[in-house]
Structures are given as structure tokens and as C-alpha cells.
């Protein structure tokens, strides 16, 4: 079989735990399965893969030409958080601070070189975390119909997408393929890893949060990790995304806890970050991925879910373990408590199935020859008529900037006269 060169496009260029993985298990998934295939990594900005600096990003300003000059047999997208058009801001590896980060291309641009070349364009399963306004509902819906299979990854995520598109059975409903990571990626294989930044053998708890966790809820925290040394547990505060800054807040904690606990200040990579969940007692912690990255191990997990994330109370549903998602520190004592006496674990085979499911079908399609994909007239229409849109929203927005850079002259104005008038 000839080796396939696939486009694949995401979050590979900032440091995220999760967002990494994908291309990863994408790729031990399909050598698992025998087929020869070469990735092509695509972000919004080009350089090195975050967290993994022998692998090249390119940006996805080069899909294009990259395409006519390799030949790309078709292009994935995802997965993670990527369907929508919000612009967040993130820290880059050489960057002093936080910066916008086009988000949006990862998908876009893909949708946008489906629709004028003959190339295959298939998601594996991202996830659409925001409602889509009305008025991008047109463009959504030309983009998606350049999408011959459409997987996402949780219920809400379809239910997004369903208000833009018409054909609604076209949506598979797939969970996180990072929940098989455990069939890919040996136990063992992470033990040895971890042997080597871990000289000890205890055994220990991994908590985790970012820096927009209530600040009146450190205390409590601090409390309840105290309370797990106690018991005989080493906890390790472990950053998994110092893309949103995360060692700030960790080393805060410690600090206020009087450095009680384990915090690594070498930046680790994502199989070094995975061998830490996977020795885990337990986990705790706002990360997705660190949540999904102990159920594929058959390890403990509390959701700490300050964010009140739809993706993170979806995923504990999905194990049934809905008590293990909380969004307050004051539930974590109980929570603590109750899940280190229960002695189920989460029953991974169905959600495997589906994932391997998946994968089946993207094998399928990649492998099964297929004739030229027809290029739709209506979704030009319908492009045409959604940067119409886009440019009267534009200009309604700079007019609203503008009314308020004008109040908040007057307003300044006033305060400096009347702060005279009153001397």
C-alpha cells in the first residue's frame, strides 16, 4: 500500500496537553491498523510542535500551496475545541505574553480548499464549545458541506451544528479519541518514563487548575491536599497547559501551602505529562485531557469544574460518574472521600467501540479510492451572502467602537471639569 500524505490540521504550535495528542494517537492508531501514512502537521502559526520540538508545524497560510506542490491525499481536522470563530488569546513558546490565536483557520481554511480542489476533507470528531450566532448560520452550513465525514465529539457539540445545517443526519456523535490512548500507548512504555523524572515510589494524587479558579477557593483546596498527605499520598502539582500559564497558579498554591508539595519546574512533554496521570492514585482538576487521560488508564478522577464546562460534565456522564464532576471546592472533601472507598471502575468498552468505529471509517475512506468531488454552486451563494453579513457586522462594530471612544472622551471631559469645579 502506498504511504497516504494527510494534511492534519489543530492546536499544535501552543502548549496544551490535550490538543497535542491528537495527530499522536491518529497515527499509532493507523500503523496499528497497517496502513503507511505520513502527517503534515497545520496551525495557525508555523515553527516547531509545542512540547515536542522535532516535529514541524506548518501554518495554515501554506495549506494551499503545500498541497499543489505535495499532493495531500485528503485532510483531517481536529480534534479538540476548534469549531468556532472566537479569537483566544494564548501564550506562545517564545512569547512574553498573552496573544491573539486564530483559531478558527483550523477549520476554515481546510473547508475553503475542499470546496475549489478535489481534495477529501474528514473531522475527527472536535468539538464545537460555543453557539454559532444566526447570522453565521450560512456560512457554517457551506463549510460543513465541504466535510464528507462529520464527527464531533459530545451531544452539545452536534446540537450546535444542527441549527446551521439542514442535513442533520450527516453528524456521528464520536467520543475524545484520546479515551484509547491505552490501547496505543503501553502502560509499561509510560512507566519507564515516568521512572525517570519520578525517583520514588510512593503512592501519589495529581492535581491540576489553571489560572481562573476562584481565588477564595484556594484555601479550601490547599485544606483538601493537606488532607491527602495525611492519608499517605504525594500530591504533585502538575501544569498541563503553559500555554494558559497554569505553573503560575500551581507555584502560588504551593507557595501558600509552605511548598508542602511536589511541583516539577521542567517543562515536560506530553508523554512525561501522561506517565504522571497514568501512575496516579487519583486525579483532580479543570484539564479534559488530564480527566480522559486517567479513565483510559483505569484511574480515580474528579472533575473540578469551576468552569462549569459543557465537555467535562458530558464526559463524566458519559461514565456515569456524574458525582466525580464538581464545581466548587466545597464539595471536594466528600467527593475526596467517597471516590477513594469506591472501588468501580469506568467501563471503557463501549466508548471504545464507538471510537474504533470511528476510526474504521476513516479508514475506509482514506483507503477506498473515490472519484472526483463535485464543487456545489449554492455554497458560493451561500459564502457570498455570509461575508456579506460578516462586513455589515464589521461595520456595525467599528461604529459602536467609535460611539463608545466618543462617550468615553466626553465622560473624561466632564470628570476633568467638573473636578475643577469643585476644587
Not at 490540521?9 to 494517537?25: R, S, W
Not at 499543489?68 to 480534534?79: M, W
Amino acid at each position: 500500500m502506498k504511504k497516504l500524505k494527510i494534511a492534519f490540521t489543530g492546536v499544535f504550535d501552543i502548549a496544551n496537553y490535550g490538543d497535542l495528542l491528537f495527530p499522536n494517537i491518529f497515527r499509532e492508531k493507523m500503523i496499528s491498523m497497517g496502513l503507511n501514512v505520513e502527517l503534515f502537521l497545520f496551525s495557525p502559526t508555523s515553527g516547531r510542535k509545542a512540547l515536542e520540538r522535532n516535529t514541524r508545524i506548518f501554518s495554515l497560510d501554506q495549506l494551499e500551496e503545500l498541497h499543489h506542490n505535495v499532493g495531500f491525499d485528503s485532510i483531517i481536522v481536529g480534534g479538540g475545541a476548534l469549531i468556532h470563530f472566537n479569537e483566544l488569546s494564548q501564550i506562545f513558546p517564545k512569547s512574553k505574553g498573552f496573544l491573539p490565536y486564530k483559531i478558527s483557520q483550523t477549520w476554515v481554511i481546510p473547508s475553503l480548499l475542499a470546496m475549489k480542489t478535489p481534495i477529501h476533507l474528514y473531522w475527527n470528531s472536535p468539538g464545537v464549545p460555543f453557539e454559532f450566532a444566526s447570522e453565521f448560520h450560512p456560512l457554517v452550513e457551506a463549510l460543513t458541506n465541504q466535510v464528507e465525514y462529520l464527527s464531533v465529539r459530545n451531544t452539545s457539540s452536534s446540537l450546535k451544528l444542527e441549527k446551521c445545517i439542514h442535513q442533520m443526519d450527516r453528524i456521528f456523535i464520536v467520543p475524545d479519541t484520546v479515551l484509547i490512548a491505552s490501547q496505543l500507548i503501553e502502560y509499561d512504555r509510560l512507566l519507564r518514563i515516568r521512572n525517570r523524572i519520578l525517583n520514588w515510589s510512593k503512592p501519589y494524587v495529581v492535581f491540576h487548575c489553571n489560572r481562573l479558579i476562584p481565588e477564595n477557593e484556594l484555601p479550601v483546596i490547599i485544606y483538601n491536599l493537606v488532607e491527602l498527605k495525611k492519608m499517605g499520598f504525594e500530591v504533585i502539582l502538575l501544569p498541563l497547559a503553559y500555554t494558559h500559564d497554569d505553573q503560575s497558579i500551581l507555584m502560588k498554591i504551593n507557595n501558600m501551602a509552605n511548598n508542602q508539595f511536589i511541583f516539577i519546574k521542567k517543562v515536560l512533554n506530553i508523554y512525561e505529562m501522561m506517565s504522571i496521570i497514568a501512575g496516579s492514585e487519583l486525579y483532580i482538576g479543570i484539564s479534559f485531557h488530564g480527566a480522559i487521560t486517567a479513565f483510559s488508564y483505569g484511574k480515580k478522577a474528579i472533575g473540578y469544574n469551576y468552569l462549569h464546562y459543557e465537555k467535562t460534565s458530558q464526559l463524566f456522564n458519559l461514565f456515569h460518574s456524574e458525582r466525580y464532576c464538581i464545581d466548587t471546592a466545597e464539595l471536594m472533601q466528600s467527593t475526596i472521600e467517597y471516590i477513594l472507598k469506591d472501588n468501580a471502575q469506568s467501563n471503557l468498552n463501549e466508548v471504545t467501540h464507538r471510537i474504533n468505529e470511528h476510526f474504521d471509517r476513516l479508514y475506509e475512506l482514506l483507503t477506498i479510492s473515490k472519484s472526483y468531488k463535485s464543487y456545489q454552486s449554492s455554497d458560493s451563494i451561500l459564502l457570498s451572502n455570509s461575508f456579506s453579513n460578516f462586513a455589515k457586522l464589521r461595520d456595525e462594530i467599528d461604529y459602536l467602537r467609535k460611539q463608545n471612544e466618543w462617550y468615553s472622551k466626553d465622560n473624561n471631559d466632564l470628570r476633568n471639569r467638573l473636578s475643577e469645579f469643585y476644587k
